[in-house]
């Protein structure tokens, strides 16, 4: 199943993810970067698309 994963050092804590994921499936962690909850998470990829800092893809993660 797709699943998003960040990159935390291109990250820059914005929230946008976070304020658009349909799940809630992301937050902000100590205000530093995001991470995605992978249960939650669908992999729809709206927060692939919203962050501007282009460090949120949807992957597949078949094996995981
Ligand atoms: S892929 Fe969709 S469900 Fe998963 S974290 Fe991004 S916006 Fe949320
Ligand atoms: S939109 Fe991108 S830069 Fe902003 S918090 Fe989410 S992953 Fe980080």
Do not use: L, T, Y
């Not at 699943?3 to 929230?15: E, I, P, S």
């Not at 992301?26 to 669908?42: L, Q």
């Amino acid at each position: 199943m797709r699943k998003a994963v960040n990159d935390k050092d291109r990250c820059v804590a914005c929230g946008v993810c976070s304020n658009q994921c349909p799940r809630g499936a992301i937050s902000i962690f100590k205000g530093c970067f995001a991470v995605v909850d992978e249960v939650v998470c669908v992999g729809c990829g709206i927060c692939e698309k919203a962050c501007p800092a282009g460090s949120i893809k949807v992957n597949d993660r078949r094996n995981a």
